[in-house]
């Protein structure tokens, strides 16, 4: 989506790299009003899931995926904050939800909406040509779940707008495990996703944890509460090799902050950046295990008991301190990456292993669903952009992003699975209170760091993603200087 061009202090802040729009014209300590809603979004056919290589087809649910919305407007500005219970948002995926929004109500700023996924493992896929997919009446096409989706969320969307009213909000800041690091590094210096730790050369774990947990709180004019946006660096990856939609940890959360604080409560899970992050540690298994068992609850259940604790803790302190006109403003920009670099060996290596997979796709046909991905989107797309950078070495990737000032908070999103290092730096720098980081709302490739890339395996691959560490630092530079902007 073409967006309008900021003014010139933000465009000499964001140098040559961006197009930027601040939308809409900023406004001072208007009232602030809210608007919430929660819909169904749980399909109603079988569908094909992803976030393993391997095909699978959900034909029943385990439960239902949601969409949670969040519409807030001060004076002319305007912000929807969007939390779905899937895995990525492909572009063509966020056009067709904005598409849906603007047909059904042409006033609401759909340049504002900020969609973001929990990144739960059990979810449709999203991406148009997906191959494997069963061709039949009882399993919707990706095309149909694109566009059943778009229709759902985007109602849920104008509801939050109708009910749009004078309203508060509060937040604050708690400490608790939620996410830990999931790449082991052994004494060579080689890592491995998800590697063994109980090996003699094992050496650490790489890169850093955020224990951060923050909530924004949302109230009525009559200090109600009405919706709560939790903030953990944690992807929805407990039930992840499972062949049921399922909404993973997330809704053990919003069950218990409904049971806690009311059934109309909207929760809404926002994922900090967890590139390298999981729910499962590696460490202490049997102490976990053991403890799990004495509470009589299972590895999901574990974490909501965290989140909730941490949410009521930071609720019962931050209520005290309620703000009615809150400065809002609403950065959306779309920056240009450059490409991570692909080097001979590595276009050979991938070229090889695309043949080797095509080769055993031709001597038995059977197998193209489960290997088609690795042939088309994991080894050939790295052939491709090799191909592409030999011909212009400065290639870019187009990827939005949206900040916005909420009082002295600041959210900032990106589309990666982003490692926590990058999360880490923009709180680091930030000149906010309070800065929340919100990863997967866009296509969702890994965006390793330097070391993750030296050490090598699944995330910090060429075949893991499009941008690299030299983007990665622009992600960040770019992202502290819209905000310092925004602080202006």
């Not at 909000?169 to 730790?197: E, K, P």
């Not at 990856?237 to 959360?253: F, H, I, K, W």
């Amino acid at each position: 989506m073409k967006m309008p061009i900021l003014g010139a202090a933000c465009r000499a802040a964001c140098g040559g790299l961006l197009m930027c729009a601040l939308l809409p014209a900023l406004t001072q300590g208007a009232e602030l009003k809210v608007g919430a809603a929660s819909v169904d979004i749980t399909p109603n056919k079988a569908v094909a899931l992803w976030g393993q290589f391997g095909l699978r087809l959900s034909t029943k649910p385990d439960t239902p995926l949601t969409a949670n919305v969040v519409a807030l407007e001060s004076g002319d500005a305007r912000t929807t904050f969007v939390s779905l219970d899937l895995l990525q948002l492909p572009e063509v995926f966020v056009q067709a939800v904005r598409d849906a929004v603007a047909k059904k109500d042409g006033s609401i700023p759909v340049e504002t909406i900020v969609l973001s996924a929990t990144h739960t493992h059990t979810a449709p896929v999203l991406r148009p040509g997906t191959p494997g997919i069963p061709v039949n009446p009882e399993t919707m096409t990706v095309e149909e779940t694109i566009t059943f989706l778009a229709d759902r969320i985007s109602d849920g969307i104008v509801a939050a707008w109708k009910n749009l009213a004078p309203g508060k909000m509060s937040y604050g800041l708690d400490r608790n495990s939620i996410g830990f690091g999931r790449r082991v590094v052994y004494s060579d210096g080689s890592a491995r996703m998800y590697g063994s730790t109980n090996r003699p050369d094992f050496d650490n774990l790489e890169g850093m944890d955020d224990d951060d947990v923050g909530s924004i709180f949302f109230y009525d004019a009559q200090d109600q509460l009405k919706a709560i946006i939790v903030n953990v660096a944690c992807p929805s990856q407990v039930v992840e090799g499972q062949s049921a939609v399922n909404a993973d940890y997330r809704l053990p959360v919003r069950n218990r902050l409904r049971a806690r604080y009311g059934d109309g409560v909207v929760v809404l899970g926002w994922g900090s950046a967890a590139g390298d992050m999981s729910p499962r540690p590696l460490l202490h298994k049997a102490a976990n295990v053991r403890m799990r068992g004495l509470r009589g609850i299972n590895e999901m259940e574990e974490l909501a008991r965290r989140i909730d604790l941490s949410v009521s803790q930071t609720f019962e302190a931050a209520q005290k301190e309620k703000f009615a006109e809150p400065v809002l403003k609403h950065a959306a920009v779309t920056l240009q990456l450059p490409l991570a670099k692909i080097s001979e060996a590595q276009y050979q290596e991938a070229r090889a292993a695309y043949e080797e997979v095509m080769a055993q796709v031709e001597k038995d046909p059977n197998c193209a669903a489960k290997v088609a991905f690795m042939a088309r989107d994991w080894h050939h797309g790295v052939m491709e952009r090799y191909e592409r950078l030999q011909k212009d070495p400065d290639a870019t990737y187009p990827v939005e992003i949206h900040v916005v000032r909420l009082g002295d908070l600041v959210v900032c999103s990106n589309p990666f699975e982003l490692f926590c290092e990058y999360g880490i730096r923009i709180k680091a720098r930030s000149p906010a209170t309070q800065t929340f980081i919100v990863q997967m709302s866009g296509f969702g490739s890994y965006l390793p760091t330097e070391r993750a890339q030296a050490g090598g395996h699944y995330s910090a691959v060429p075949q893991s993603n499009v941008i690299g560490p030299e983007g990665g630092r622009m992600l960040v530079d770019e992202t502290v200087k819209i905000i310092e902007e925004l602080w202006k």
